[in-house]
């Protein structure tokens, strides 16, 4: 998955490939012809291709296509096509699992630590880091040799000062078993850490144990003093001094989680009391503004049913939540997996990993998030929950109807619509009838792959009183329901890479995708009003434009009028998403931004937002520009004087945003100045859309981001 990649460069020095998340993973064309290329963000392996190929081969040779086509055709649940491929009799004998063998092995953990130690002696550091973390992945739990990685990579973060980490890394060291003949030495290093920090007497506490620890070494009487010595002038370096009144940071990688402006919404716990649902039979389910939102405000914070890290990050990002592991924690069975904490890892193992953990290399085999995270929903919801879901709710699978698209659709029983309920993601749109055939086996086929991946682990009960075939088939059948859904309505999960002093270089890059069962009700305009940023896999959703009491709040799909055609876009998403866009910017043609250059600024009637023109002539201050819809007389001379009078202001924290200078002062004008522009002045103009996307880049930075390292030259 990427970001969107249109690459189109602005002359105000903006490049929308930076700011346009795309926000859901989108599908290629359902061809009309046998293809297997349906899905775009679904990098699968040529294995889904092969089964799907030698199914139908067999099926033909049998004589049984047509009867077997007629029945997939004519089903109305994902459990009826679901069960007609999962059934055939030859499917064990096309589809087959073979389970990956233990990833953990001390010889290997072993080899990399004292690689790790080669490089770290000609001071390559990075290199001994990246040495010593495949040793922590591979050395078994409970092992000396992942006491020993943890603490040969502490020395690492001691070198390069970075103390929070070196702490981080001691502390697992020591908790996972470290030889006490050489604790001495990793509690002096404690020490020493604390000491840079300001942290007197915790660096003095270390100190202590270090002497204490060092009765147990294994050394020579001559080299027992003087290491006793040299630690008792260390403690005696720390008495007397007061700590600095500070404590030990919290992630570089993003700024905390803020919170909504507003007060929270009863039924939408996730969002602002500004935010409510509306439903119409054209656009479905939308949510729209109880009260007036400025630029700037947050209607948003989710945290995601489930979320999953792509293929390419898991060595740097944390299973559970996204962050980038700057110390990465090994899962304690398999090395395919990183973690930001021993938090994280133990959340993680008790709400999904512990099933996902044998299996994950056949999913991941795929390359595709879309089926990574099908899975997880049905693992955190677990096999008890989906057994008693159909006879709970009624009704599993079954054709959606217009009747059920209600604004209810998904709340819980206490009216309330939550984004860690299964129900409510159950409940999103997966557009099964507007699929072709070609798309929905392929799909049904990576379902049943899915589910015999998930039938090797102990998530179906052993006792067949308690677990039949149909239940593996109602599962399986949420399993193809997901495969549907989540490309129209999962999000990625971003991170904004920044080019040290090359601001106009760096990118938001796709890390993992997610499902959010609020976020999933927001219907897309080629103009949107809001914008969204990763915290770790939490989603914060801002206005970019001033929203009136009424309005729709909009999203983008990734496809905004400033960097591609009406036609094209009008075609990519009625393809993917399977509507036709009728936002304003469609509906007038807005102009590509090169074209916006040559539009002059046209100030908007106070009373009904018509567009109404520029100044004309030198009038004065009680000139005034009359409304051609409701007559209403305009006063706009002041107005102009005072965007005149920011202009400079403005330029320069322009400026300063493009060279990375951005602080709370730059980002707070900026609002204020988009606020005043979307006031007074009609879009499009080139001036808000450069004010807007610089707000964007300053929120890109609070959010999840990691500074690339400088290129050498």
Known sequence: MRVCTRTYRKHDGFDYQIHCQRPRIPLKKNKLEWSGQVDSSVKMSNMIDQWRDELMSRLQKNDEWDLWLEHFLESVTDADRFKSVYELPFIDDVITITMPESSKCPDDSTEMREMGNDEFKQKNY?????????????????????????????????EEKKYELCLKDIELALSHGYPVNLKHKILERQGRCYYELGLYSEAAKSFEKAIFKLQKAKLKKEEME?????????LERCKDKPDDEKTLKGSKYMDPLPEITDIKSEKFPCASDSFSLKYTKEKGRYPVATANVKVGDILVVEEPYCSVINHKYLATHCHFCCERAEVPV??????????????????????????????????????????????RMVVKATFKYLKEFKEKYGKSNEQETEVENTCSLGFNEDGVY???????????????????????????????????????????????????????????????????????????????LIEPGEMLTSNSIGIGSAIYATLSLFNHSCDPNVVRHSYGDKCVVRAIHNIKKGDEIVDSYSIIYPTMEKEK???????????????????????????????????????????IGSLEGEGGEETTNDCENCGHSNYVAKKVQTIVSYESDFNTVFSQVLSGDITKQSLS???????????????PWQD????????????????????????KK
């Open 126 to 158: 990075a290199e001994a880091f990246e040495y010593y973390t495949q040793s922590i992945l591979k050395a078994p739990a409970g092992s000396e040799e992942l006491a020993l990685g943890y603490a040969n990579r502490s020395a690492v973060t001691k």
């Open 226 to 234: 003087t290491r006793e010595k040299k630690l008792n002038a260390l």
């Open 330 to 375: 090994p899962c304690s069975e398999c090395s395919n997996v990183v973690y930001c904490s021993l938090k994280c890892q133990e959340a993680s193992w008790e709400t999904s990993h512990s099933l996902e953990c044998s299996i994950l290399p056949l999913v991941t085999e795929l390359e595709s998030d879309i089926a990574q995270l099908s899975l």
């Open 418 to 496: 939550d984004s860690h309920d299964y129900w409510a993601v159950y409940n999103l749109v997966n557009h099964t009838f507007d699929r072709k055939f070609p798309d929905l086996f392929r799909r049904t086929v990576m379902a049943v792959y899915l589910l015999k991946c998930l039938e090797k682990t102990e998530y179906f009960p052993a006792d067949d009183e308690e677990c039949s075939q149909t239940d593996h088939i109602e599962v399986g059948s949420h399993i193809l329901r997901h495969l549907q859904m989540l490309p129209c309505n999962a999000h990625e999960v971003t991170e904004f």
């Open 569 to 611: 876009r009008l075609s990519d998403l009625r393809r993917q998403y399977y509507f036709e866009c009728a936002c304003l910017a469609c509906k007038k043609d807005w102009p590509m931004y090169e074209e916006l250059m040559n539009v002059p600024p046209s100030f908007k009637c106070d009373k009904c937002d018509t567009p």
């Open 669 to 683: 004008f900026l609002i204020e100045h988009q606020i005043r522009l979307e006031n007074w002045m009609s879009r």
């Open 688 to 711: 808000i859309n450069k004010c807007q996307e610089a707000i964007k880049q300053c929120y890109s930075i609070q959010s999840n981001h990691y500074t690339l390292s400088k290129k």
